[in-house]
């Protein structure tokens, strides 16, 4: 099964954010834009004030686990902060 998980979007917006301070490559800019968007469009519940923690293919939850702030939130902040700081 092909699973998509917010801490790897999370993370890898942060990665990206900080390789592209690094190395000003061209690309990066488009990459963080589709990526940016797409983390943002599918993982939060904004019914719930919530991030699902996996999607299938079909962008649908695979679980009713999600990240608050109160649980498993930390998580993914830490990253989402990194990303920003290196904007």
Do not use: C, E
């Amino acid at each position: 099964a092909q699973h998509r998980r917010a801490l790897d979007h999370v993370t890898a917006l942060a990665t990206l954010a900080k390789g592209y301070l690094y190395t000003h490559h061209p690309d990066v800019p488009r990459w963080l834009t589709l990526l940016h968007d797409y983390t943002l469009r599918h993982f939060p519940d904004p019914n719930h004030r919530a991030w699902h923690v996996a999607l299938d293919a079909g962008h649908r939850p695979i679980s009713s686990f999600k990240a608050t702030a109160q649980a498993g939130g930390y998580a993914l902040i830490v990253p989402l902060h990194q990303a920003w700081q290196h904007m």
